[in-house]
């Protein structure tokens, strides 16, 4: 199919119902439909899998192209690459392209996404294989999640089948968490956020006042109500289910977390926490990667050229060596058995050229390696030395760098990390 249909200026729709992988180079889509000019509807109704660059430049300079639909992608189908869709736009113009929803997560973060597939005012859609939701509510200020995800409006798309949402409502204080079952793909449903309903009080017993105490509920952040003499409160409808719950000691408590199992009943939980004093970091020098998770400092990394350029490399002490990588987008995971709260970054380059330097640095942490946030990012910027100041509020086991590439790799001598724990 390589450059298959290419200047072909009669193709007005074409459909693929028997292709389902995409395999190398001339087992590829890569320009095979690339100046065909008057080519407006594209359909492959059975790609479940593709490599690398599988469709790059694809449908570039296809002028009238309007809609371009991928029903049968999944999580799978992307085997470890994140550059199939590479300019397959390019030089198109007002093109909507319909993904399975199931698929947002993976992708939807890749730059080749997120610049439209080189084209121009490209809609992207997550809504094969969906469901749209439509909460309505009396209630003002309120904060939706359906299946982990958050809402930024009233209404929304989930995967079709099961789904679990919870609501907020900031002025009540009052979470409500349900299920709905069964839910049909293409199907539009309107959900009534009926907090009319009988409602449970979950208290935190701290026993301290005045600390940021923090519920979560399907990925919804709550900042807990302080009741009296250390206790920390959230209202509740649902039971259960569970929620959890974090307790910032900051300069002088230890820090906690835990899960609370809603019964359908009040409950109170008891938190620990104890006095702590604060120390100053100091990073050892690794001579390999360690692992993560276990009772040493370690790192980790994805987009690596090779073992011989390891990540170990720019938490040795060694100027002289580097990380080496050349993905879309790297990542630099550090971790450390007592949490940290790092203050600042010293990264050294290899080289203050672009070819070396990340497009971007977005600073994550976690204390499970599975649940980030993020707490800090930079722009773009040259110079063999960066520091990136991220005064986090916070102490995380796991802290995570990721970098697109600004042009061809990413080369990095050593991170310095100024941070403190507790003890």
């Not at 397959?88 to 399975?100: G, I, K, Q, R």
């Not at 359906?146 to 930024?152: A, G, P, R, S, Y």
């Not at 899960?259 to 100091?282: H, M, R, S, W």
């Given at each position: 199919m390589y450059c298959g249909f290419q200047h072909n200026t009669n193709l007005k729709t074409i459909s693929f119902p028997k292709l389902k992988t995409l395999s190398g180079m001339y087992a590829s889509l890569n320009s095979v439909c690339a100046y065909c000019t008057n080519l407006e509807i594209v359909n492959l109704d059975s790609l479940t899998s593709l490599t690398s660059r599988a469709l790059s430049s694809a449908f570039q300079n296809c002028k009238k192209l309007k809609t371009l639909s991928f029903p049968s992608l999944n999580p799978q189908s992307f085997n470890n690459y994140?550059?199939?869709?590479?300019?397959?736009?390019?030089?198109?113009?007002?093109?909507?392209?319909?993904?399975?929803y199931s698929i947002k997560k993976v992708i939807s973060e890749w730059q080749d996404v997120i610049s439209g597939f080189g084209g121009n005012n490209t809609i992207i859609l997550f809504d094969?294989?969906?469901?749209?939701?439509?909460?309505?509510?009396?209630?003002?200020?309120?904060?939706?999640?359906?299946?982990?995800?958050?809402?930024?409006?009233?209404?929304?798309?989930?995967?079709?089948?099961?789904?679990e949402y919870a609501c907020y409502s900031q002025d009540d204080n009052l979470l409500l968490l349900e299920t709905l079952n069964n839910l049909e793909e293409n199907s539009v449903v309107d959900i009534n956020v009926n907090?009319?309903?009988?409602?449970?009080?979950?208290?935190?017993?701290?026993?301290?006042?005045?600390?940021?105490?923090?519920?979560?509920?399907?990925?919804?952040?709550?900042?807990?109500?302080?009741?009296?003499?250390?206790?920390?409160?959230?209202?509740?409808?649902?039971?259960?289910?569970?929620?959890?719950?974090?307790?910032?000691?900051?300069?002088?408590?230890?820090d906690a977390e835990?899960?609370?199992?809603?019964?359908?009943?009040?409950?109170?939980?008891?938190?620990?926490?104890?006095?702590?004093?604060?120390?100053?970091?100091?990073?050892?020098?690794?001579?390999?990667?360690?692992?993560?998770?276990?009772?040493?400092?370690?790192?980790?990394?994805?987009?690596?050229?090779s073992s011989s350029y390891g990540v170990y490399k720019v938490f040795n002490g060694n100027e002289t060596d580097y990380f080496w990588a050349n993905a879309d987008i790297n990542t630099i995971t550090f971790y450390n058995p007592q949490a940290l709260r790092v203050s600042s970054l010293v990264i050294e380059y290899y080289s203050s050229s672009s070819?070396?330097?990340?497009?971007?640095?977005?600073?994550?942490?976690?204390n499970n390696n599975t649940d980030w946030e993020d707490i800090a990012s930079f722009e773009y910027e040259t110079g063999l030395s960066r520091t990136l100041n991220i005064n986090s509020q916070r102490f995380y086991k796991y802290h995570r760098l990721i970098m697109p590439e600004k042009s061809v790799y990413l080369r990095i001598c050593e991170i310095e990390i100024n941070a403190s724990y507790k003890e």
């Open positions: 994140n550059d199939q869709f590479h300019t397959m736009l390019a030089n198109v113009s007002d093109c909507t392209v319909h993904f399975p094969l294989h969906a469901v749209y939701l439509n909460f309505i509510s009396d209630k003002q200020n309120i904060e939706i999640s359906v299946n982990d995800e958050i809402f930024t409006e009233m209404s929304g798309y989930a995967v079709a089948g099961d789904i907090f009319a309903q009988t409602i449970n009080k979950v208290t935190l017993n701290v026993g301290i006042s005045g600390l940021d105490v923090t519920f979560y509920a399907g990925n919804l952040k709550i900042p807990a109500v302080e009741e009296s003499n250390g206790n920390y409160v959230l209202n509740v409808i649902g039971q259960n289910k569970n929620i959890r719950y974090y307790i910032n000691g900051e300069n002088n408590y230890s835990g899960v609370i199992n809603l019964t359908g009943e009040n409950i109170t939980q008891n938190a620990d926490i104890y006095p702590v004093t604060l120390k100053t970091f100091v990073r050892p020098n690794l001579t390999e990667n360690g692992e993560l998770g276990g009772n040493s400092f370690a790192a980790a990394s994805t987009g690596d050229v070819t070396y330097l990340p497009a971007s640095i977005t600073v994550q942490g976690s």
